[in-house]
């Protein structure tokens, strides 16, 4: 075990809320490591294999303020609570899909099958279960994370830690959201586990493709030891600006980002294949569409395809049955066939670069979009000025032209001048900076106090992107409420 790590685990509560902070440099310590995850142990010959597929399953549940006296709680408990709401009844179903492949991976194995599947739980959802007690899911997580005969099917992603969507998460909460994550799942599954996370699945597959909201995003997991990104194909484009070519979508590719310094950084994105997410993974369409692919060429290395694919793991009647009628028979069929298996995402990667493929080799692409900005902007010597003109040009007279994300950068005011534009989101992560950043600078430890923990909690989950897509009404008064008393501990 690592010698700075305190122990080889992190406690779940501490100062009575989720453990989200205070180890920053210990795990900082933990993931920046270049040894192999899944090489070691896992069980495929490249050689024999013509081409793969990789699936994940994404899941979540908001926390809101509606317990007993209204203190924060998981929205599966609040579910649980009060049955006859909507579609509340459901509630138990999905505590089932959050459970069920601890059951179904081991079941598999016995059965002498080769299973994979990769698992994305917003951190909040985690702690949703701890604050429940239900250690029935919590423990049936853990058999598949944390024991050794398990680790060469299962691969946790990391991501951001209350469902915030990158593109409008204030630029300096990004790596915020991505080590709460990090501090959580140690808590939970400890250091061993937390090592072998090098993917990382950003909430609603939203990238965004605001040069500097990119690059910050891009380098803060870099810093946080991630090695590669799951990234919707519409949301990337070739340098030029056409989309990927067909063939492109089943190897990794290299994002690339500029930001408006004239500074670049890159990692290694996986492409999730458009279509209906629950559907396609449901069916085990990835599967399918895999015996239909064969080698392709990184330079002059001939590899296998992989058909990558992502969906929530619960929501819906095809999660909740066709992906259980579907998922495990799938195992079974491939049992005699070595040339069509299934991947982990950094399996994968892993096992094409042992073969002498590098990260420079595999197809460049960008946030859509940016082909317009730097077609005005030379990247390389670009300066602030010179991107927010181009911005600005290209958004007064083309009207396909967007950039959605958060513009506003470390060298702004937070606050002067925006007062009656910037959201309440924005509003208190502006706040938490103006009062803890100078702080922390001068002594790390003070991540450690209650005071910043509890204000860190509030700003993440006023990020949480499920207030703003569920509605007027009910949910926008939640986040008002999160708000208000992440306010009230900031003043």
Not at 255 to 283: F, M, R, W, Y
Not at 428 to 435: C, E, G, P, T
Request: proline share 6%; hydrophobic share 35%; glycine share 6%.
């Amino acid at each position: 075990m690592i010698a700075t790590a305190p122990r080889n685990n992190l406690e779940i509560s501490t100062n009575g809320l989720p453990n989200i902070c205070g180890w920053e440099s210990e795990i900082a310590t933990i993931v920046n490591h270049n040894q192999p995850v899944f090489l070691p142990q896992s069980n495929l010959e490249l050689n024999q294999i013509s081409a793969g597929f990789a699936c994940a399953l994404h899941m979540h549940q908001p926390t809101i303020p509606a317990g007993a006296n209204g203190e924060p709680i998981c929205n599966l408990q609040h579910m649980l609570e009060n049955p006859h709401d909507g579609d509340n009844h459901n509630a138990e179903v999905f505590a089932w899909c959050y459970s069920r492949m601890g059951d179904w991976i081991p079941e598999l194995v016995a059965n002498g099958c080769n299973p994979r599947i990769m698992l994305d739980y917003s951190g909040n959802l985690l702690w949703g279960f701890q604050q429940m007690g239900r250690n029935d899911i919590l423990d049936n997580l853990k058999k598949i994370t944390c024991e050794p005969q398990y680790q060469p099917y299962v691969e946790w992603l990391g991501t951001m830690w209350s469902h915030a969507v990158v593109p409008s998460t204030p630029i300096p909460d990004i790596k915020l959201q991505i080590q709460a994550w990090q501090h959580y799942f140690a808590a939970i599954f400890g250091f061993e586990a937390l090592k072998r996370v090098k993917g990382f699945s950003p909430p609603e597959m939203h990238l965004p493709n605001n040069p500097d909201t990119l690059y910050e995003y891009i380098k803060a997991l870099k810093e946080c030891g991630y090695t590669w990104l799951l990234v919707q194909e519409h949301s990337v484009e070739r340098l030029d600006g056409s989309g990927l070519h067909h063939d492109d979508k089943y190897l990794p590719n290299r994002l690339v980002a500029h930001n408006s310094k004239g500074e670049t950084i890159s990692i290694t994105a996986l492409i999730k294949t458009q279509g209906s997410d629950t559907k396609l993974v449901a069916q085990m369409q990835p599967y399918h569409e895999a015996k239909g692919r064969g080698k392709q060429q990184i330079g002059d290395v001939s590899v296998p395809s992989c058909v990558s694919q992502i969906a929530d793991g619960e929501n819906g009647g095809v999660m909740m049955n066709e992906f259980a009628r579907d998922y495990q028979p799938v195992w079974h069929e491939l049992k005699d066939n070595n040339n069509i298996v299934g991947f982990n995402g950094t399996e994968y990667i892993e096992l094409i670069e042992a073969t002498g493929v590098k990260p420079e080799d595999y197809p460049t692409c960008q946030a859509v979009g940016q082909h317009k900005i730097w077609q005005q902007v030379d990247p390389s010597s670009a300066t602030p000025e010179k991107v927010a003109q181009a911005i600005a040009h290209l958004q007064e007279t083309d009207h396909q032209f967007h950039m959605d994300g958060a513009s506003w950068t470390d060298d702004l005011s937070w606050v002067k001048g925006y007062e009656n534009v910037l959201e309440p989101m924005n509003q208190l992560s502006a706040m938490f900076h103006q009062k803890f950043d100078s702080l922390v600078a001068k002594d790390a430890s003070v991540t450690k106090t209650k005071e910043y923990q509890e204000a860190l909690l509030y700003v993440l989950l006023v990020e949480t992107s499920c207030f703003r897509y569920w509605g007027q009404g009910t949910w926008t008064d939640y986040a008002r409420e999160l708000f208000r008393r992440g306010e009230a501990l900031l003043k």
